[in-house]
């Protein structure tokens, strides 16, 4: 890529648009190929997977829709992360086919509290795709089924990803230098 095109405040670009397409595209045929017959709901966590969840809805090519949550964390008891749902589905996932798809899978807390959740309210199946996965960060083990890229533990933004709701535009998903966040 040419150089001039990096945004300043990034180190350095992890993963370039077409290797982040070539791979969804990967994805999309794979889970197009386990769920043949069946409707699929894409589960799209907000803000960050709406990008990923956008490009994969567009290559899949079995029945599906899209559907959107929102969580949040917070410190519960004894200093314990909780996370909690801030905007919910719009409609009951009872029996429904769920693809629960998320940007990344950090401490792996939102994405094993959405599956508990969908599953307590009778989704007749819920698989995790995720776009990144941190394993180095994981604070609980998530099952996932789906997964575009493995990354080093760096913090990272760019296609839907955000640092204080900037840079989820970028095209590719870089490296954040560490001066923006240390010189607030
Ligand atoms: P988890 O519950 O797995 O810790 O949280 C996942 C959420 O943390 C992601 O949806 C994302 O919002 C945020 N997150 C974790 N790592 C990163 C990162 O490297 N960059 C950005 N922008 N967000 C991250």
Do not use: W
């Not at 200093?79 to 940007?103: F, H, M, T, W, Y």
């Amino acid at each position: 890529m040419d150089k001039s095109a990096i945004d300043p405040h990034i180190e350095r670009i992890l993963l370039s648009n077409s290797e982040i397409i070539s791979r969804v595209k990967e994805i999309a045929a794979q889970v197009s190929g386990d769920y043949r017959g069946k409707q699929l709901t894409i589960v799209t966590v907000l803000k960050g997977s709406v990008f990923f969840a956008a490009d994969l809805l567009r290559f899949l090519t079995i029945d599906r829709d899209i559907d959107f949550v929102c969580t949040s964390s917070y410190i519960g008891a004894n200093s314990v992360s909780k996370v909690q749902l801030v905007a919910d589905l719009s409609s009951n996932p009872k029996g429904k086919n769920i693809l629960l798809v998320e940007d990344i899978a950090d401490t792996g807390l939102t994405l094993n509290y959405l599956r508990d959740n969908l599953k307590e309210r009778g989704a007749a199946s819920v698989a995790v795709c995720v776009l990144l996965d941190k394993p180095a960060a994981r604070k609980v083990a998530v099952e996932i089924a789906y997964r575009g890229f493995t990354i080093e533990d760096f913090f990272v933004v760019g296609y839907g990803l955000d640092y204080e709701e900037k840079f989820r535009e970028l095209p590719y998903i870089g490296v954040l230098k560490q001066s923006v966040y240390n010189n607030k």
